[in-house]
Every structure is written in C-alpha cells, then in structure tokens.
C-alpha cells in the first residue's frame, strides 16, 4: 500500500511539473503586430512577412507576427505615436513621418541628401546612421532594417525635370523641405500620405507628386499621370523607411528573442536593398508600358536640384532644426 501510495504521489507531481512548464511555455508565446501603409502587393509588405516568418522559425513560434498592409490597422501618421505608447510593435515606418515631434529625422528626406540606394545603405556604419538611430531609440522605436526608396516626379499637363518647372503646379511633394523647395520654386503645396495620391490626382487636388518608386506602381499612379521623371538613374527623393520596433515592445522580450530580431533585421537588409534598386527600374518599364511619357534624369539636372536644395531645404533645415547643421555635415561628409 505504502509503494502504490508513493507511485501515485509520483505522478501526481510529475503531472503538476508538466502543468507548469505548458503553462509557462504559453506565457512566452506572444504575437506581435506589423503596421504599415503601403499595398499588399508592396515590397515593402514582402519585407515584413518574410521577416515575420523567419522570426516565427528561430523562436519556435515563441513569437508570431500580424501583419497589417495598406493602414488596416492604423494610420501612416498614427503609426509613430503607437509605438511610442506601445500599442503597436513594429513597422515598415517612413521616420520622416515622426518629424512632428522628431524634427531631427526629416534628414531622412532631404532632397538630394543621398543619390542612390547604396549611399543611403551605408548609414547604418557612418556616424549619421548611428546618430539617427540613437535619436530613434531615445524616442521609442529602434530600427531593425536600413530601408531607402527612391521616388520619381509624376505629372500632369507637363513634365517636371528642374525645380523650376514645378511653377504654378499643385504639388503632393512628401517631406517639409521638399515642400519648401517646391514653394520657392512657384509650386502651391497638399500634404498627404501616399496612399491618398491616387484619389488626389483623380479629384483633380494634385496636378504632380512626388513617392517612391514602388509607391507609384503598387498605387496605380500611371492612371491618373501623363508624365512621369523616373529614378532609375538619378532621383532628388530618397526616403529611409526603415523597418522598426517600438522600444517598449523591446525592452519586453527576452535577450534571445532580442538577438533574433536584430540578427534577422541585419540579414534582410541585402533584400531591402536589393528591391529598392528593382524598384527604381521596375517603376520605368511599368510607366512605359502604359503609355506614359517616361524621362530619365540626367547627372547635370541631379546637380541643378542639388544646388536649389542647399540654398533653400538645406539652409532653412539647418536654421529650423536643432543640430541640424551638423547633421547635415554628417550626411552629406
């Protein structure tokens, strides 16, 4: 009696210990949620699901993801203020869209600050990388994946290749500086996320836009454009748009999961790179496919908007913004 007693104690025990290891293993399960603005059908949007699926496998599900395209969860401007609260996890997030409250990051989208892909890659090792990562990280979120999309000029009535032929043009321009270049230029200005463009130019509020390459395709712009200032070879409009954490949603995992994250963040950023570049070509032979006027800017038009941007976005960034200058010198070193 006294063996089957202790069998029964043995179980019982044993039972419990399973009891609380399945218990504890669900407590570390967690999802967590990926918000952005841009279309399903984005690059942007198979950067996301691609690392949430390569998260999901070296965690062993420990952590799954949600992910949201085209604002189905929040807003483009909403989606800084969440993550700050932490109410949102991680986003494919434009940070000049912070610049409310971050005017330090609209060095993110400068005009003519970087001239290609590459150049705005190798931040994340330059001095103005670790700068603008460390004014991210003070402010809430951190970034996982460098990401730079280059943006095009897309028109209507003409084409635009040099700041002055913006003149008397109703202009969606994408960043503070870029419309204030614009402004001088003679342009009257309507800011908007780039997902409301299309509706914009259809109503006949915009006459021209500036977006990213891959914005101006998965958006459907040729629709609505007659002309369109291709970044294949130069673009004045390069923005990073970095994949990022919410600081609290980091402070939260545990130091492995945190070293899967940023090692899964470093390794996606050949592919973050190796779209934008496709996305600069891509854009030109889709807007040449439907008959659209297509211009390739020239090295010589590239310099005549990088000297308007210094003597206009440059000099006021510097003036506007604290440490500006500075940043500016970092960027552009």
């Not at 965690?59 to 189905?72: E, H, I, M, Q, W």
């Not at 230029?185 to 977006?211: F, P, R």
């Not at 010589?300 to 913004?321: G, N």
Request: aromatic share 10%; proline share 3%; charged share 25%.
């Amino acid at each position: 009696m006294r063996h089957k007693k202790s069998r029964v104690l043995v179980v019982l025990i044993a039972g419990l210990f399973l009891s609380a290891m399945l218990m504890v293993g669900g407590a570390e399960a967690r999802e967590l949620k990926i918000s952005h603005q841009f279309a399903e059908a984005d690059a942007r949007n198979a950067l996301a699901v691609e690392f949430a699926k390569r998260v999901e496998k070296l965690t062993n599900g420990d952590l799954t993801f949600k992910v949201f395209p085209s604002s189905a969860l929040f807003k483009a401007n909403a989606q800084y203020d969440a993550m700050a609260k932490g109410a949102l996890d991680l986003s494919v997030f434009p940070l000049a869209y912070a610049s409310g409250k971050i005017p330090q990051l609209e060095i993110t989208l400068m005009p003519c600050i970087i001239s290609d892909v590459d150049q705005g890659m190798a931040w994340r090792n330059k001095e103005i990388g670790k700068r603008v990562g460390k004014i991210c990280e003070d402010k809430g979120m951190k970034i996982l994946t460098w990401l730079w999309y280059g943006g095009g000029i897309g028109s209507r009535g003409k084409l635009v290749v040099l700041p002055e032929d913006a003149k008397g043009l109703k202009f969606r321009a994408a960043g503070k500086y870029f419309e204030h270049l614009l402004n001088t230029q003679g342009a009257s200005i309507t800011s908007m996320a780039s997902s409301e463009i299309y509706m914009a130019l259809q109503t006949k509020v915009l006459d021209a836009c500036m977006t990213s390459a891959e914005s101006f395709v998965s958006y459907r712009l040729y629709e609505q454009l007659e002309f369109f200032n291709t970044p294949e070879n130069f673009s004045v409009w390069y923005m990073g748009e970095p994949l990022v954490i919410s600081t609290k949603t980091w402070a939260s995992l545990t130091p492995s999961q945190q070293k899967i994250i940023e090692e899964v963040g470093l390794s996606h950023e050949k592919m973050a790179r190796d779209d934008a570049v496709a996305a600069n070509k891509e854009v030109t032979k889709v807007f040449q496919d439907k008959k659209i006027k297509v211009h390739s800017m020239t090295k010589d038009e590239w310099q005549a908007w990088r000297k308007v941007a210094e003597e206009t976005a440059w000099k006021q960034f510097a003036k506007d913004v604290p440490g500006g200058k500075e940043l500016l010198d970092l960027a552009t070193q």
